[in-house]
């Protein structure tokens, strides 16, 4: 009879199935090397096998640096050029602690190599970066010399990151698409090593600082442009933001395109609340701060790989 067809016949009993490894669930993938509850004796470590640890624990380190990056700059943007150079191309002789510093090292030179135009670039996406999630554009409106941090904080602000250093202040102002926000954002370089830093980061983080509506960064202005009326008293949201594994401080600061002054500014953490009725919720400029903020800090971290380029492989060592 047909294929599918019943004819009565007694059916064959089907094999048995082999006994599912203790430990693993049901449907789960099958796990590389031996199961749960089938121990077995290693072999003596070889050098080769010393070697591979080693820089196991360095991509490890390059893991945590990265998510370290995203986690304390909010850097949403960062690609996964940055975590994955890191990954695919170990420095077999560094451990978990040599790259570690190293990455910090080369973040605090990094832009000296690396074009304006990739650290501030002309056009900013932001993805879902606006208010209710909408997609946001920025376009740069003008770029400040690089120099150092004398006038770049109100001074409570200013005082506050003072135990940082600065090594090189970095800043640009940018408009929205509509042209009736700016939004200056900048990249203080320190000169505090990274135990310190680490410390401060944590301090800054537990003790709010960067909620003191006394402690603001201050906007650069650009004569000509739609940011030429951005003062201090322009100002409507802000958000500084401290990192823990790299020698950088983030900031952004924003308001109004037309010059007028906002009474009582907020933080952009604060502003970008669901639900939030503030002047700076109700006009996007949160969302401003805290999405350029974000955007610049992954260019910056994406331009620390080709720092960190430990060059080609040597001939007769096969890729990672």
């Given at each position: 009879?047909?294929?599918g067809?019943?004819?009565?016949?007694?059916?064959?009993?089907?094999?048995?199935?082999?006994?599912?490894?203790?430990?693993?669930?049901h449907?789960?993938?099958?796990?590389?090397?031996?199961?749960?509850?089938?121990?077995?004796?290693?072999?003596?470590?070889?050098?080769?096998?010393?070697?591979?640890?080693?820089?196991n624990?360095?991509?490890?380190?390059?893991?945590?640096?990265?998510?370290?990056?995203?986690?304390?700059?909010?850097?949403?943007?960062?690609?996964g050029?940055?975590?994955?150079?890191?990954?695919?191309?170990?420095?077999?002789?560094?451990?978990?602690?040599?790259?570690?510093?190293?990455?910090?090292?080369?973040?605090?030179?990094?832009?000296?190599?690396?074009?304006?135009?990739?650290?501030?670039?002309?056009?900013v996406?932001?993805t879902?970066?606006?208010?209710?999630?909408?997609?946001?554009?920025?376009?740069?409106?003008?770029?400040?010399?690089?120099?150092?941090?004398?006038?770049?904080?109100?001074?409570?602000l200013?005082?506050?990151?003072?135990?940082?250093g600065?090594?090189?202040?970095?800043?640009?102002?940018?408009?929205?698409?509509?042209?009736?926000?700016?939004?200056?954002?900048?990249?203080?370089?320190?000169?505090?090593?990274?135990?310190?830093?680490?410390?401060?980061?944590?301090?800054?983080?537990?003790?709010?600082?960067?909620?003191?509506?006394?402690?603001l960064?201050?906007?650069?202005?650009?004569?000509?442009?739609?940011?030429?009326?951005?003062g201090?008293?322009?100002?409507?949201?802000?958000?500084?933001?401290?990192?823990?594994t790299?020698?950088?401080?983030?900031?952004?600061?924003?308001?109004?395109?037309?010059?007028?002054?906002?009474?009582?500014p907020?933080?952009?953490?604060?502003?970008?609340?669901?639900?939030?009725?503030?002047v700076?919720a109700?006009?996007?400029?949160?969302?401003?701060?805290?999405?350029?903020?974000?955007?610049?800090?992954?260019?910056?971290?994406?331009?620390?790989?080709?720092?960190?380029?430990p060059?080609?492989?040597p001939?007769?060592?096969?890729?990672?």
């Amino acid at each position: 009879m047909g294929a599918g067809v019943d004819n009565g016949a007694p059916r064959p009993a089907p094999p048995p199935r082999p006994p599912h490894p203790p430990g693993i669930p049901h449907g789960a993938p099958p796990a590389y090397g031996p199961h749960p509850g089938q121990p077995f004796a290693p072999p003596a470590p070889s050098a080769q096998g010393i070697a591979r640890r080693a820089a196991n624990a360095g991509k490890a380190a390059r893991a945590a640096v990265a998510a370290g990056i995203c986690l304390v700059l909010g850097v949403g943007l960062l690609t996964g050029a940055l975590i994955g150079h890191w990954v695919d191309n170990p420095a077999e002789a560094q451990t978990g602690s040599d790259v570690a510093a190293r990455a910090f090292t080369e973040a605090r030179s990094a832009w000296h190599s690396a074009p304006v135009d990739s650290l501030f670039p002309p056009t900013v996406k932001g993805t879902d970066a606006g208010p209710g999630g909408a997609d946001r554009t920025w376009t740069r409106v003008g770029v400040a010399p690089d120099g150092g941090c004398a006038g770049a904080f109100d001074p409570p602000l200013a005082t506050a990151l003072a135990p940082l250093g600065c090594a090189r202040l970095l800043r640009a102002t940018y408009t929205d698409a509509t042209s009736s926000d700016v939004t200056t954002v900048g990249i203080l370089v320190t000169t505090a090593d990274p135990a310190a830093t680490a410390a401060f980061s944590t301090h800054w983080t537990a003790s709010h600082l960067g909620d003191r509506t006394d402690a603001l960064p201050r906007p650069v202005a650009f004569p000509g442009t739609d940011a030429a009326g951005f003062g201090a008293a322009q100002r409507a949201s802000w958000t500084v933001n401290v990192s823990a594994t790299l020698p950088l401080v983030v900031y952004a600061v924003s308001g109004f395109a037309d010059g007028r002054s906002v009474d009582a500014p907020q933080p952009a953490a604060a502003a970008t609340v669901r639900g939030a009725t503030t002047v700076p919720a109700q006009s996007g400029l949160g969302d401003d701060a805290a999405g350029l903020a974000q955007a610049i800090a992954g260019r910056y971290a994406a331009a620390v790989p080709d720092a960190l380029d430990p060059g080609p492989t040597p001939a007769g060592q096969g890729a990672p």
